[in-house]
């Protein structure tokens, strides 16, 4: 299946990937119920009977009944405010029950919240619905990422995390065409239809996870080798004794082992722990943050009335034509993620998304009222094109660092932050987006001007990559501690080359646990606080015959079977 998309696992790895990439993009389909949620809410307020349900009493200028942009604001953001609470829960419930059944409970919660908005016949019921829905999309879109990371071999990974995105754009697209269909239906089908069809998959998925297996690292983590072993195996099709799993397996727990060594796994830790896990935590929060600060879900929240404001005769058809390009736009990133990098994808992709948003605000500037007609277009043009850039780069690959740079002992707490931090702007975005677009007493009436924001943290965007973000594309997460040791500054992290592995320690004469010797160059400072547990575990070669002597069953195995230079990091 790999190679039909245009990938290729790497000769020297035993096995079959095939598992873990079925696994990996079934799982991935959780991004749907985000992406179909944003969708249906970015259609139903602008529906007739979806207005004349929950109105108030508020009028327009035309004098219609219709929603105040408060109300509009708290229907949509009330969604983000549930997911920062999800995000943050996330982190506990991973680590404390698995990843799998951690996404299985937020799809429950995630449920639970969808009948209350689909029963809802005023607004406090529908934010209560939307607020729970948020809080199992939250989760979801911590826990999603982490398992797919935690499972997929490395020369896919990222792809593998990219298809979140995907899915998340697939649901928006389906939202639209569902919108496009009800909203001329009278009385509350028109709305509680789109709103019913979310559960539909949250079931196939909740199912579907029921039979998956938990991640290895994850019951490495929990100190259950043989566990961990037979879900390896299911992943990678080997038996549970094959030299190649059980190097693996051995290489994730001595990783492990030797993360535990440089200290504890508390959130204080994410600030001032080692490796630099304080310079990771201000990556992964900084992506995420800038990620929601690129103006997409201006377009995904507020697309349809937008469009009708600026004079678009069909906002509806614009705004579903906008979703098919961002689902046919992700599609190229799912291919140069691996090829071009993390850092190259995401510094085109942000001069791009500036230089389209710039465009829109300069013309918007300059043009009168007699060529409305020429913005609007315009306006659908370059937001189209923005879309694009979006899209293949920014939408998935910012999942795929921020599942990437973490250590294995705090890998869920970072996520949790950092992608509460997304949601936490998210929630301002969705909530501050009316006040700064609309006209009116107390608002900022910047009309299409407000791209002038959203280029100038594109800009911001571009710059941070450069400054922060690790090349992390075909090296395994327990080598990306290694590049975070020895590589001092972003820029330079594409040259980077792993000069050892637990495999390579062992072979040089230490001990599985991975944990390297006062003299190894990766020995940290801390050496007087684990003097008496290194002095059982570190081992120094001094010559050949103490080498064979010292050789694990495992090693001699893989000797005797001539598979010495087969890389058993994927």
């Known amino acids: 299946m790999a190679i039909a998309m245009g990938w290729h696992k790497p000769d020297n790895v035993a096995g079959s990937s095939a598992p873990a990439i079925m696994v990996g993009l079934f799982v991935a389909t959780g991004g749907l119920l985000f992406g179909y949620d944003t969708g249906t809410i970015n259609g139903i307020l602008a529906m007739k009977s979806f207005k004349s349900q929950f109105n108030t009493g508020y009028r327009d200028d035309d004098g219609s009944l219709n929603l105040s942009p408060s109300q509009i604001s708290i229907i949509v953001a009330i969604l983000s405010a549930g997911t920062v609470a999800g995000a943050l ?6 680590d404390w029950i698995g990843r799998r059944i951690s996404i299985i409970a937020s799809i429950c919660v ?6 209350f908005q689909v029963c809802a016949d005023a ?6 619905g939307r607020f729970f829905a948020g809080v199992g999309v939250g989760s979801v879109s911590v826990l999603v990422p982490l398992y797919q990371s935690e499972m997929a071999p490395k020369w896919i990974r990222g792809t593998l995390v990219c298809a979140y995105q995907l899915s998340i754009t697939c649901g ?4 639209s065409i569902v919108n496009l269909l009800t909203q001329e239906m009278e009385g509350p089908p028109a709305y509680r239809i789109p709103m019913g069809l979310q559960l539909t998959w949250a079931c196939v998925l909740c199912l579907g996870l029921l039979i998956l297996p938990e991640t290895p690292r994850f019951l490495i983590k929990k100190g259950d080798k043989h566990a961990a072993s037979l879900a390896l195996s299911r992943l990678r099709r080997l038996d549970i004794t094959h030299p190649a799993l059980i190097e693996e397996l051995a290489e994730i727990e001595a990783n492990h082992d030797y993360e535990l060594a440089l200290g504890s796994a508390s959130y204080r830790d994410l600030l001032i722990g080692t490796p630099h896990l304080g310079r990771r935590t201000l990556t992964g929060c900084g992506l995420q943050m800038l990620q929601q600060l690129t103006g997409i879900n201006f377009i995904m929240y507020y697309g349809t009335t937008f469009f009708t404001s600026a004079g678009v005769s069909d906002p509806f058809l614009i705004s579903l034509v906008m979703n098919v390009i961002n689902v046919v736009s992700t599609v190229p990133g799912l291919f140069v993620v691996e ?3 993390r850092r190259k994808l995401l510094i085109v992709g942000a001069l791009g998304m500036a230089c389209c948003q710039l465009v829109i605000a300069i013309f918007s500037t300059i043009a009168n009222d007699s060529q409305s007609s020429l913005v609007a277009k315009l306006l659908i043009v370059f937001v189209s094109l923005f879309v694009f850039f979006y899209a293949a780069s920014w939408g998935p690959v910012a999942w795929v660092v921020t599942s990437e740079i973490y250590p294995l002992k705090i890998r869920a707490k970072s996520m949790s932050v950092s992608t509460a931090s997304n949601w936490l702007l998210n929630f301002g975005i969705a909530y501050g987006t009316p006040f700064m677009v609309e006209e009116g007493s107390g608002y900022a009436a910047l009309g299409a001007k407000v791209f002038y924001v959203w280029g100038a943290f594109c800009i911001l965007a571009a710059i941070f990559v450069y400054g922060m973000i690790y090349e992390t594309s075909k090296i395994s997460l327990e080598q990306i501690d290694e590049m975070y040791e020895r590589v001092a500054f972003a820029w330079k ?4 080359e792993p000069s050892w592995s637990f495999q390579q320690l062992r072979d040089d004469g230490f001990a599985d646990s991975g944990i390297p010797p006062p003299e190894h160059e990766l020995h940290q400072a801390s050496r007087t606080t684990t003097t008496t547990t290194t002095t059982e575990s570190v081992q120094t070669i001094h010559s050949e015959t103490n080498t064979n002597e010292n050789q694990s069953e495992e090693d001699k195995i893989i000797h005797q079977m001539g598979m010495s230079n087969v890389d058993f990091s994927y």
């Open 89 to 94: 829960i996330a982190a506990p419930a991973g």
């Open 110 to 115: 995630f449920c639970f919240g969808v009948i």
């Open 123 to 128: 607004i406090p019921m529908l934010l209560a």
């Open 172 to 175: 928006l697209l389906a939202a």
């Open 339 to 341: 090829t071009w990098g």
């Open 493 to 496: 992290s594409k040259n980077f």
